[in-house]
C-alpha cells in the first residue's frame, strides 16, 4: 500500500501560545508502533514549566476569545471540519502507526472525531438562555450561559482523535480556553489535530498541548493554577477517582467519562443474524480497546448453542494483522503489556472453569491478540467483572430474564448496555438497565449527535449533542426589576 503520511513530517513538539517548541529539559519520549515495536517519532517532554506557560498561554487569551462572536468561533470550527475531513486518510494513517487499530477502525474514528467540529460548529450559534418574569412579577429573570474559562483536557490512547475532538470542539465552541494533554501512547494524532485548528484559525493561545513526564505532578500542578476552572478527563475510573479529590482542592469543575464493562444480553426470540452482528461490532469495534465494548455476554438458553457456533465462526474467520494492510480486520493492541494483561485474564477465565472456543492465543511478535470466545464464564468471576479491554467475548448462560438483568446491573459501572431481542421485550429490557447508554438491536451507539456518558463510577457528565457544551457553560442568573 502507499503511504499517506511520513510521521516524522508531524509535529512532535510542545504547542504553546500559538508556537510548536520542544520542551523546556530538552528531552524526549518515544512513541512505539505496536504492529513491530518500532520507533514512530520521538515526542517532546513537557517540564512543569512548560505547564505553566500553557495555562498562562490559555488565561492570556481567555478574555478575547470568551468575548469573539459565536459565528466567528463556530466558523472556525467548521473550517477544522473541513480540514479534517479532506485529510482523514492522514489522520487515520497516524492512529494506526501509534495506537495500532486496524485501517477500517482509524478510518471510522477519523469521521467521527472530524463530525465533532461540525456539530459543534452548529451548537455554538445556539448556546441556550432565558427571560421571563418573576411569579410575584417583581422582577425578570434573565438566565444566560457564560464560558467556564481555562480548560484542562485529559485524553486516554484508544481513541486518540475522537477523545480529543469531543472536547476541543464544545470547549471552544462554548468560548473556554484550553490546554490538551493526551495520552503518552499518541500524541501524534493530538499534535496533528492541533495544527488543524491552527491553520482553521484558532488563535494564539485558545489551545495550548501539553505531554508531561510523569503526568501525576504535572496534572496535579495545572489543576492547582488558579485560572484552571474546568478538567475533561477520559480514562479510567482509577485515575477519574484520583483527579476528583485533586479537583476538590479547588473546587474544579469535573467532567468524567470513566471505565465500563458493558453487558450485552441476547433474549429468546432474539433474530441471531442480528445479534451476531450486532455483538461482533459491539465486541470487535476497536480491537475490544473501548469503554462502550461489550464485556459481559449474557445469552438466553434457548438461542445460546446457536449464537456461541455462529459468533465462533466470525471470530474465527476475523483477518488479524498491523492496520496499515487495509484488508486486516482486527489491529494490535496498543502495547505488549496490553496484550499480556489480555493473556492473563483469559488464562484466570480457564483456571476458573471457563472453555476457550476459539482464539486465546498471544502473538509472538508485535501487540496482537487472537479473536477468542469463552464459554461457561460465571457471573461475578475474574473476567466478567473486569474491563477487559481486549478482543475477548466471555459469554454466560441465563435461563430467566430478571436474573439477566439483575446480573446485568450488578457492577460499579454503568456506562452502556447492549440488548437483542423481539423489539418490544427488548425495549423493557432496556430501560430496567442501570446505563447511560443502551443499544437495542444495534452494535454502535456513538454519535456526536447524543449524548455519550455513564452512570455509577463510569462517570459524571455528557459529551456531545446539546449536553456536551453545557459542561463548558456556567449558568448565570441576573435579575432585573420589573
Ligand atoms: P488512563 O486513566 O490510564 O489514562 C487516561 C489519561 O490520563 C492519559 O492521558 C494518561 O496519561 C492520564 N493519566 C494517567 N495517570 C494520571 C494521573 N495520575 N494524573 C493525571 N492524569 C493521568 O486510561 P487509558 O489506559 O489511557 O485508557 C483506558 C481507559 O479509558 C479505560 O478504562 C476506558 O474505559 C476509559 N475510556 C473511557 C471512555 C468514556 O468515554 N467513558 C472513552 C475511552 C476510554
Not at 103 to 113: C, H, L, V
Not at 130 to 157: F, M, N
Not at 365 to 382: D, I, K, R
Not at 406 to 424: C, H, K, P, T, W
Request: proline share 6%; net charge negative; with cysteine.
Amino acid at each position: 500500500m502507499t503511504t499517506a503520511i511520513e510521521p516524522t513530517t508531524v509535529f512532535r513538539d510542545l504547542y504553546i501560545d500559538g508556537a510548536w517548541r520542544p520542551g523546556s529539559s530538552g528531552e524526549r519520549f518515544p512513541v512505539l508502533d505496536p504492529a513491530d515495536g518500532s520507533t514512530v517519532a520521538e515526542f517532546a517532554v513537557a517540564t512543569p514549566e512548560d505547564c505553566d506557560a500553557a495555562v498562562a498561554a490559555a488565561a492570556a487569551a481567555l478574555p478575547a476569545w470568551s468575548a469573539t462572536a459565536p459565528r466567528v468561533r463556530s466558523e472556525i470550527l467548521r473550517r477544522a471540519w473541513e480540514i479534517l475531513t479532506a485529510e482523514a486518510d492522514v489522520l487515520a494513517e497516524l492512529m494506526v502507526r501509534e495506537n495500532g487499530k486496524s485501517w477500517a477502525d482509524a478510518k471510522a474514528e477519523a469521521g467521527y472525531a472530524t463530525e465533532f467540529f461540525r456539530w459543534f460548529a452548529e451548537e455554538a450559534v445556539r448556546i441556550p438562555g432565558d427571560w421571563r418574569l418573576s411569579p410575584a412579577g417583581d422582577k425578570r429573570i434573565v438566565v444566560t450561559h457564560r464560558p467556564i474559562g481555562v480548560s484542562l483536557l485529559i485524553t486516554p490512547w484508544n481513541f486518540p482523535a475522537a477523545m480529543a475532538t469531543r472536547k476541543l470542539a464544545p470547549a471552544l465552541a462554548a468560548g473556554c480556553t484550553t490546554v490538551l494533554k493526551p495520552a503518552r501512547e499518541t500524541p501524534l494524532t493530538a499534535a496533528y489535530l492541533v495544527d488543524a485548528l491552527e491553520r482553521a484559525g484558532v488563535p494564539k493561545g485558545v489551545v495550548n498541548l501539553v505531554t508531561p513526564v510523569p503526568t501525576g505532578p504535572a496534572v496535579a500542578r495545572m489543576l492547582a493554577a488558579e485560572p484552571v476552572r474546568k478538567l475533561s478527563f477520559t480514562g479510567s475510573t482509577e485515575v477519574g477517582r484520583e483527579l476528583l479529590k485533586v479537583c476538590a482542592d479547588r473546587v474544579v469543575n469535573p467532567s468524567m467519562e470513566l471505565g465500563g464493562n458493558a453487558p450485552l444480553i441476547v433474549l429468546p426470540g432474539a433474530d441471531l443474524d442480528q445479534a451476531v452482528e450486532g455483538a461482533f461490532l459491539a465486541k470487535m469495534r476497536n480491537g475490544g480497546s473501548a469503554c462502550t465494548s461489550a464485556n459481559r455476554f449474557y445469552v438466553h438458553d434457548s438461542v445460546h448453542d446457536a449464537f456461541v457456533e455462529r459468533m465462533t465462526a466470525r471470530l474465527r474467520a476475523t483477518k488479524v494483522g498491523p492496520g496499515l494492510d487495509r484488508g486486516n480486520e482486527l489491529g494490535a493492541l496498543v502495547s505488549v503489556g496490553e496484550r499480556d494483561k489480555v493473556a492473563r485474564l483469559v488464562d484466570t477465565a480457564k483456571a476458573e472453569g471457563a472453555t476457550i472456543e476459539v482464539g486465546g492465543a498471544a502473538s509472538e511478535h508485535g501487540a496482537f491478540y487472537s479473536p477468542t470466545l469463552l464459554t461457561g464464564v460465571a457471573h461475578g468471576s475474574t473476567i466478567n467483572a473486569t474491563e477487559i479491554f481486549g478482543p475477548v467475548t466471555a459469554v454466560v448462560r441465563f435461563t430467566d430474564v430478571d436474573d439477566a438483568v439483575a446480573q446485568a446491573n450488578d457492577s460499579e459501572f454503568g456506562l452502556i448496555a447492549y440488548v437483542f431481542g423481539e423489539e418490544r421485550a427488548a425495549m423493557q429490557v432496556a430501560t430496567r438497565l442501570d446505563a447511560g447508554m443502551v443499544a437495542v438491536n444495534r452494535g454502535v451507539v456513538s454519535d456526536p449527535a447524543a449524548p455519550f456518558g455513564g452512570t455509577k463510577q463510569s462517570g459524571l457528565g455528557r459529551e456531545g449533542a446539546g449536553e456536551g457544551i453545557l459542561e463548558f457553560l456556567e449558568t448565570q442568573y441576573i435579575a432585573v426589576t420589573a
